[in-house]
């Protein structure tokens, strides 16, 4: 069966912005080798501070100098908000701050949404005239 991929992403995130590039196969959320993470966890949230935490425990995430890590490894996350997070160092929504590559400026939740509309086309109620 085929793999089903999205178009390269971007991550747009207020407060950090290190280069990331995200892309989703077959319903997982990648962050692609060679993206920059913050160093360290900024947030509140322990939850996504485990997974940062788990990533650099385990050679996902290593250090590039200059204040930031590196992707060693394509790494697939359950959702881009997991993604964003892991990438910045705090809870972002993932949805809305990763953005299509190119011209068309659309967030993740956008492209979504355009994919669920091609998938099921809206139905016309006709009434009686």
Same mark, same amino acid.
């Given at each position: 069966?085929?793999?089903?991929? $999205?178009?390269?992403?971007?991550?747009?995130?207020?407060?950090? /912005?290190?280069?990331?590039?995200?892309?989703?196969?077959?319903?997982?959320?990648?962050?692609?080798? !060679?993206?920059?993470? @913050?160093?360290?966890?900024?947030?509140?949230? @322990?939850?996504?501070? $485990?997974?940062?935490?788990?990533?650099?425990? /385990? !050679?996902?995430?290593?250090?590039?100098?200059?204040?930031?890590?590196?992707? /060693?490894?394509?790494?697939?996350?359950? $959702?881009?908000?997991?993604?964003? $997070?892991?990438?910045? !160092?705090?809870?972002?929504? !993932? @949805? /809305?701050?990763?953005?299509?590559?190119?011209?068309?400026?659309?967030?993740?939740?956008?492209?979504?949404?355009?994919?669920?509309?091609?998938?099921?086309?809206?139905?016309?109620?006709?009434?009686?005239?």
């Amino acid at each position: 069966m085929p793999m089903t991929r $999205s178009p390269l992403f971007h991550l747009e995130a207020p407060r950090h /912005n290190p280069p990331a590039i995200g892309q989703e196969v077959d319903g997982l959320f990648f962050v692609l080798r !060679g993206s920059k993470a @913050r160093a360290d966890w900024v947030g509140t949230d @322990r939850g996504f501070q $485990s997974l940062f935490e788990h990533l650099i425990d /385990n !050679g996902i995430l290593v250090h590039a100098g200059g204040g930031e890590l590196v992707f /060693n490894d394509d790494y697939p996350f359950s $959702s881009p908000c997991n993604a964003a $997070s892991a990438v910045c !160092g705090y809870r972002v929504d !993932g @949805r /809305n701050a990763w953005v299509v590559e190119g011209p068309a400026r659309l967030t993740y939740a956008d492209w979504q949404e355009q994919l669920l509309n091609k998938a099921v086309p809206s139905r016309r109620i006709e009434r009686d005239a």
